[in-house]
């Protein structure tokens, strides 16, 4: 199992006689040469021992010339030694990976592997190379089974969607974050080089003793802390520059005149004045080009660890700054992060400290134009306008004459400035009393507060003919939010003979407090950015939440002989976010696990299999994620009107929604069957889990009818249930052949989400608008997944009046305004007429599968990492081409367009036609496209300086590096990105309705990242 | 064991923080609080008025004005909100947003009437109060149902407050009984209204706003005899206004549609918009809100940098000048509604010329507009709405004589708009024939913009013959199906009760 090795070995054999006490000394060190401080060195069948210091060096006074030394250090395979009459040695101790998997963080605590019988995904921050992303989860992406993770594109700190085991609920299907004990909103904020390891509880058992908000998955983060007998320094740092992964083509300005021309002729309406001439005009301006660069990011942290017997600590500090691909637009980021442990006698104590002050810089929104963001923008805006006018208000050509309201993108990024800056302290301490033997009492404390501010500054300019702003106008809003919590947690664990028993009770209070404060005036004199300069637009606002959740909980696991284990949990939660009668949930679990590879039947296959567990689990848990306030009607205040011969404000207060005061939790019930393989000394692990996972009484806003006359904002009701079946496998297999160390990791997931029924009036549900006009174009509803696209087939294009007349049901033709080259669209219902009534099921955005694999490899002193992710069979809704190539729209159009019908050319793209009868552009299955792809998202290549430079430099270690992300992706998916997420989703997660709908309004294009970094360690 | 002892009593000392699972909203009162005193009433019906004005949902806010206008034979939209565009090119459908949203603003305003017609019976305020403020909500849930009978025919009536779920989805009812949902709704609302208010509640509906709406309703109902009889309570013979009314036509036709001259003498009825409350158009219903419209803004000429939306067309403006008025000169009303190419032309104190006309036809829009300032401001316009003025009523009580084969009783009351306009009396001995024509006339000069034109063509049957003539784009893609607006698709994405109007 572990390899001995003897790198040095002076023998003076039985050179001594063996009886007085003799020294040895002695260094160990691991598989790299790199030194291993404080490894625990003893004298096997002795107290006798030591531990090594920072150097790896020991020495010890040994009994006699025979005695065997017993080296352990964690993360290491426990080595023994014959030191045979040597005086100096040098150990080599092995990674372990079963020492590795050996703990595993579960809530409120840690098991070892073998007891665990939920399903649970650990990464440790050996596993993945962060470096290269600016969030945590991004580098996450692919590697953990059963968990789905959108990037939301290139903008930079952006957030990402997390989806464990498929979406089961409609309104909220982010996981639980728990970071050292404190649940937090979000990570984006964390450094992943702080983060030692993530574990994932996807099933009820493993996430029941969260109970309430637990049922989308929980993560627990837990960050690095300082090692016994440690005293080092790490220093990271990296450098990079992101380009965009893919341009959008679109018409230069003498093409589009073409085609607008066309569009034009083809309605009988008079030509654009623009357009006249189509040959002089040239390429025109390249908007895209115009605000996209090449931006550079940089990343530096630093780091202290160490400890002794009684005391442990980790502080760490980094710096990131991000800037965007879309010029103006960046991210930048402090962080201070503090742990440490402390132990007297019974009394441990300790906290983790996280500091984060983070600062965008974000970009315009349409400006009240339908061109949307400035990426929306670029792709719409007509290539004859220029993009600078020195004789305008501020600076910037535009739009002019009967176009559509598109806003100058360059004037978007540089008129008006969006700037947030957050600042988050999440507090953590707790303090761990040891009562009696086996029993403990642990107090935790926390504490998160995020100070947000938000500032929008718009200069005073005339942009084009169309869009103007006189005074300079600036928004600001300060908000806060403080989460309190209180946990109270007793811990029981007691060996008796071959039965192991672990109880845990408890009791947790979460308060959560937020309030925020707008202002906005305009007219401030050039160059100040205050509100007390302004004059006239005078507005402030201002409101606030609170909820709170109690919850009690216990837990017992019993195992027997290492063979069987029992999990059986319980939690109940009080939410103020129901009524009286609904505030209490009960949440029961029960799992139970069999470590067949413990049983004296399977000896014979040791030598194989060295793992084999199987589990079952079965539980329940809930989900309170609807905002505060909904069970009750309550009355909107400044519902305002004028009144009086003077024309004076007249204060409105009425209902304006409805509210449902029975809604209650909605509850999620997890069948999971998974079984763990060991093979090979656990060279191969294999992991596989089946589940079913029903969400019922989802909590929904329904859209309710028009007619109701509340139907802006529609109460939540428990809406109907959802059903996701999958299996999830992880693969893993480590070998070393001579100096080439590898491991080869993939995951595979395949999610069946299903809507079982809706209770909600119309049983259907429609979501997901893809262009500033268009109509819906998805429908969940019973039997079909959730956000699955229906939509209005086509059917190619009439080349002929013969052809439309031909198309008619009993005489009476099926689209009566088309002409030949318009789209044939399928009347599904049969009853003569194309609309709404027509869609089909055209696909679901749920992926059928999704998957990861990669490899970390290494070779004397280089080490190479890459890792590819992607999805298989999943729809996208391209938004963006349903802008481009209507042609119905005075804006610039797709190359696609000239290729456009015409009777002397039969296409298959439809003719130009500016006022287009026939809706070719309406929403269809025309821009429905493959979402599947296939990302090498990193790729990395290492060298670390070998032991003799290091130590001429006086360095512990010493690594360079240089990484790639989103280095290639293969897929039909024209739109920039098929990873989706949506621009604004951020790590709230947008509507799971609109998931698979690419809406080019709030699009940020993905960046490619090249980066060189090194890591120092002292 | 103590510690045990302490540690459990600590546990179970924290039980007194269930309380704090009862929360409250710091942000607002409950329902079950409101409805109580006489200011939380005149708050609700403030709440039911401001609906009309509201920028995407409201029928007299910027997309009810371009989408009640926009499909006349006098009114043309440019291409760039796509909605507005296939409205009024008539390739619109369901899907199409913007009857959607005077749909559920129309509702809105009904939901809104409903609970205050409720809730006033409850509560403990002076009888006479609760007697004026139903009156008041039962007048604006007419004008509602009133609106929705001409736009959309049959839809829901809808006279409660829902109690359950099941009471949100509610089916269709014919025309004629959304027609009488109106009337009767109208009828309590002049029986109970006053007949005028302080000047610090001018602007509240009316009797005679009642009165007026009422015999509209009529007319539209082609129920000429009860017409006849509100119009009789609210004009004499001649033209002038029937005691204790006052009202009369103002000197100057333009005042009715400048910010000076709000809540005229001419006004029975309009929607207050004025630049107070907060500082933005779009923010919706709170405290951000402006009280003004941006549609003045939306219709300036770019050179003023508007958004130039609409255009008339040169069949009204070819209309304008069938009939000289007296002295050779255009009818007065032509210069107050329209700019176009004449000798001393200003516009936004610019003369014509610094205008382009860029749809190809002849003239631009001034009515409504703030042309005498330099521009339109911050997008802010403070003129208010106008629903119902005394020249309408006039006119439709010609029309009810001239229905009846009264023709020439019809004729003083016409003379009054047309002296207004500075036109010659009528010739007497006009047939019915004739003079319906004449009022034909009178309504599309008279009326553009005022979102009249499309329903009076559609309630003489003339939809098809006016747009097919006229040089509106997108006329060759009208059809009789779009009388009426579709019930829009997020109606029908969200109510199983309801059908499609026919046609659709």
């Known amino acids: 199992m572990v390899t001995q090795s003897f790198v040095d070995n002076y023998l003076l054999a039985n050179a001594y006689a063996a009886q007085a006490p003799l020294p040895v000394k002695g260094r160990v060190v691991g598989p790299n040469n790199e030194s291993i401080p404080g490894a625990t060195v003893v004298v096997k069948g002795t107290t006798l021992g030591t531990t090594s210091d920072e150097s790896g060096n020991f020495s010890l006074n040994l009994p006699d010339g025979n005695a065997t030394l017993v080296i352990s250090s964690i993360g290491f395979a426990t080595q023994e030694i014959a030191v045979n009459g040597r005086a100096t040695l040098t150990i080599s101790l092995q990674n372990d990976v079963k020492a590795l998997n050996d703990v595993v963080v579960v809530g409120y605590g840690t098991q070892r592997r073998e007891d665990v019988t939920g399903a649970i995904s650990s990464i440790k921050a050996e596993d993945i190379r962060t470096q290269g992303s600016n969030t945590v989860q991004k580098s996450l992406q692919g590697r953990v089974a059963g968990v789905q993770i959108e990037s939301s594109g290139g903008d930079p700190g952006s957030g990402v969607r997390v989806v464990i085991r498929g979406a089961g609920s409609l309104n909220n299907n982010n996981p639980l974050y728990i970071v050292d004990g404190v649940q937090v909103d979000n990570i984006n904020n964390l450094q992943p080089t702080d983060i030692a390891s993530f574990d994932v509880l996807k099933d009820a058992s493993a996430a029941a003793i969260y109970g309430s908000r637990a049922a989308n998955g929980v993560i627990l983060i837990t960050t690095k802390g300082g090692k016994k007998g440690e005293n080092r320094l790490d220093f990271n740092a990296y450098y990079g520059v992101q380009q965009q992964a893919k341009k959008i083509d679109v018409l230069n300005a003498s093409q589009w005149a073409t085609v607008s021309n066309a569009a034009h002729d083809n309605a009988g309406l008079p030509r654009l004045d623009i357009a006249k001439n189509p040959e002089t005009l040239g390429a025109g301006t390249d908007w895209q080009k115009e605000i996209y660069r090449t931006a550079p990011m940089q990343n530096y942290t630093l780091g202290a660890s160490g400890g002794s017997d009684n005391f442990t600590y980790s502080l760490s500090g980094g710096y990131l700054d991000q800037q965007g691909i879309v010029k103006k637009t960046d991210y930048d980021r402090w962080n201070l992060r503090l742990k440490t442990d402390f132990t007297k006698g019974r009394v441990r104590i300790g906290e983790t400290i996280i500091l984060t002050r983070e600062y965008w810089r974000g970009m315009a929104g349409g400006w009240g134009g339908q061109g949307g963001n400035p990426v929306g923008s670029a792709l719409k805006m007509i290539p004859v306008f220029q ?19 598109i806003a100058n993108p360059v004037a978007q990024l540089n008129l008006e400035v969006p700037e947030t800056r957050s600042t988050t302290a999440i507090l953590n301490g707790f303090a761990e009393v040891s009562i009696v033997d086996g029993l403990k009492y642990r107090l935790n404390l926390g504490y998160t507060s995020t100070f947000g501010s938000y500032s929008d500054y718009a200069y005073p300019y005339t942009v084009g003919t169309l869009f103007n702003n006189a005074d300079p106008d600036l928004a600001q809003n300060k908000s806060e939010r403080n989460y309190f919590l209180q946990e109270h947690t007793l811990n029981y664990s007691k060996v008796f003979g071959k039965h192991n028993v672990q109880a845990l009770v408890g009791y947790t209070y979460q308060d959560t407090k937020y309030n925020a404060l707008s202002g906005s005036k305009s007219g401030m004199p050039n160059g100040i950015q205050v509100l007390d300069a302004g004059t006239t637009n005078i507005a402030s606002g201002g409101y606030a939440y609170e909820s709170v959740l109690l919850s009690y909980l216990g837990r017992l696991v019993y195992s027997y002989d290492n063979r069987y ?87 409105g207060a009425i209902q304006t929604a409805f509210a449902t005061p029975d809604i209650k939790w909605e509850t999620s019930k997890t069948f999971d069957i998974g079984t763990d393989w060991g093979f090979l000394d656990n060279k191969l692990n294999l992991t596989a889990d089946y589940f079913v996972r029903r969400n019922s009484d989802i909590l929904l806003q329904v859209p309710i009818p028009l007619s109701s006359g509340a139907s802006g904002t529609s109460p939540y009701i428990n809406a109907g249930q959802i059903t996701n079946k999958g299996i999830e496998t992880a693969l893993t297999y480590n070998n070393k052949v001579g100096e ?76 009566p305004g088309a002409k030949p080259g318009d789209v044939k669209f399928v009347d599904a219902n049969g009853d003569g007429q194309i609309d709404q009534n027509d869609r089909q099921y055209c696909g679901s955005p749920t992926p059928k599968f999704t998957y990861g694999f990669g490899s970390n490899a290494s070779w004397r002193s280089f080490d190479l990492s890459f890792f590819f992710q992607g999805t298989y069979g999943n729809k996208i809704y391209n938004g963006a081409r349903e802008d481009l190539e209507s042609m119905s729209v005075e804006a610039n159009y797709s190359p696609a367009t000239l290729n456009a019908w015409t009777p002397d050319h039969h296409t298959d793209f439809p003719r130009a036609v500016i006022n287009d009868p026939n809706l070719n552009a309406q929403t ?28 001429a430099i006086k360095l512990n270690s010493c690594r360079f590096y240089i990484s790639f992300d989103n280095l290639f992706t293969i897929t039909k998916y024209t739109g920039f990105n098929p990873d989706l997420g949506r621009y604004n989703a951020g790590a709230t997660g947008g509507g799971i309705l609109d998931r698979g709908v690419d809406f080019p309004h709030v699009a940020y294009p993905l960046a490619r990242t090249s980066l060189l970094g090194v890591q120092v360690s002292f | ?77 440019r291409n760039d909100v796509k909605d507005l565009y296939q409205l009024s090119t008539f390739t619109n459908n369901p899907t199409t947003g913007t009857p959607g949203g005077i749909f559920t603003g129309l509702y809105t305003g009904i939901f809104r009437c409903n609970q205050v017609i409720e809730q006033a019976p409850l509560s403990d305020i002076a009888s006479d109060s609760k007697k004026q403020y139903v009156a008041e909500a039962q007048f604006l849930r007419g004008l509602n149902y009133f609106l929705l009978a001409t736009n959309f025919g049959s839809v829901p009536i809808i006279t409660k407050v829902p109690v359950q779920r099941a009471d949100y989805f509610v089916s269709k009812s014919p025309e004629a009984d959304v027609w009488a949902q109106a009337v009767s709704d109208l009828q309590a609302g002049a029986a109970g209204l006053p007949v005028s208010y302080p000047s610090a509640w001018v602007g509240r509906a009316t009797k005679g706003a009642a009165l007026g709406m009422l015999g509209k309703a009529y007319v539209y109902q082609k129920n000429w005899a009860e017409a006849e009889k509100v119009f009789k309570q609210l004009a004499q013979p001649d033209g002038t206004a029937q005691a204790p009314y006052t009202y009369a036509l103002m000197a100057n036709f333009e005042d009715n549609f400048s910010k000076g001259s709000d809540n005229n003498v001419e006004s029975l009825f309009e929607i207050q918009n004025q630049n107070v409350g907060g500082s933005q158009p779009w923010a919706g219903e709170n405290a951000n809100e402006a009280l003004g419209v941006t549609t003045a803004q939306e219709f300036a000429p770019t050179e003023v940098a508007g958004w130039f939306e609409v255009s008339p067309t040169d069949k009204l403006f070819n209309e304008f000048k069938l009939e000289k008025a007296v002295g050779g000169d255009y009818d007065a009303r032509m210069y107050a509604t329209l700019v176009w190419d004449y000798p001393g032309a200003m516009y936004y104190n610019k003369p014509f010329k610094d205008f382009k006309l860029v749809f190809g036809y002849s003239a631009l829009i001034r009515k409504y507009q703030n042309w005498h300032d330099n521009n339109e401001g911050i997008w802010i316009s403070d003129i208010n709405e106008k629903v119902l003025r005394y020249a309408d009523i006039l006119l439709l009580y010609a029309e009810t004589l001239t229905m009846q084969g009264r023709a020439s009783e019809a004729m003083p009351l016409l003379n009054k708009v047309r002296t207004r306009a500075k036109l010659a009396a009528l010739a007497a001995g006009l047939s019915t024939a004739q003079m319906m024509t004449e009022i034909r006339h009178q309504r599309m000069l008279e009326f553009f913009r005022e979102g009249q034109r499309f329903y009076d063509l559609k309630r003489w049957g003339l939809l098809e013959q006016e747009i097919k003539n006229s040089d509106k784009v997108g006329k060759e893609f009208f059809a009789p199906k779009f009388a009426y607006f579709p019930i829009p698709q997020g109606e029908l994405n969200t109510n199983p009760n309801i059908t499609q109007n026919t046609g659709w």
């Not at chain 1, 821009?927 to 430079?949: C, M």
């Open chain 1, 740 to 815: 080439f160390n590898y491991q080869l990791t993939g995951t595979f997931t395949a999610i069946q989400n299903n809507v079982d029924f809706l209770g909600t009036g119309t049983q259907q549900i429609s979501g997901g608008q893809p262009t500033h006009h268009g109509a819906s174009a998805t429908i969940t509803q019973a039997g079909g997944p959730v956000g699955a696209f229906y939509l209005i087939k086509t059917a190619g294009i009439f080349n002929s009046q013969d052809e439309i007349n031909a198309y008619n049901v009993d005489g009476k033709l099926v689209q």
């Open chain 1, 565 to 651: 284990v029992v999990t059986g949990t319980f939690r109940r939660d009080g939410s103020s976010r129901f009524g009286p009668a609904y505030k209490y949930g009960n949440f029961p679990s029960v799992a139970l696990a069999w470590n067949v590879v413990n049983e004296s039947f399977f000896k014979p296959l040791e030598g194989v299999i060295t793992n084999l567990k199987i589990r079952g689990s079965y539980g329940i848990l809930g989900n309170q994620e609807i905002p505060d306030y909904r069970y009750v009607p309550l009355i909107s205040a400044n519902t305002n009107y004028v009144i009086g011969q003077t024309q004076q404000l007249w204060p």
């Open chain 1, 924 to 951: 269809s299955d025309r821009f429905l496209e493959s979402g599947s792809y296939l990302r090498l998202r990193t790729l990395q290549l290492g060298y670390t300086l070998s032991k003799g430079v290091l130590s």
């Open chain 1, 387 to 405: 993009v600078y006018d020195p004789t305008a208000v501020g600076g910037y050509g535009g739009a002019y004459g009967p176009v559509t309201n």
């Open chain 2, 1 to 77: 064991m103590k510690r045990i002892v302490y540690a459990s009593l600590l546990v179970l000392s924290l039980g007194a923080c269930t309380k704090n699972l009862d929360q409250v909203s710091p942000n607002s009162i409950v329902q079950s609080t409101f409805w109580k005193t006489d200011a939380d009433f005149l708050s609700g019906l403030a709440a039911t008025y401001k609906v009309f004005h509201d920028v995407n949902n409201g029928y007299y806010g910027v997309r009810g004005i371009e989408t009640t206008n926009g499909r006349g034979d006098d009114f043309f939209i």
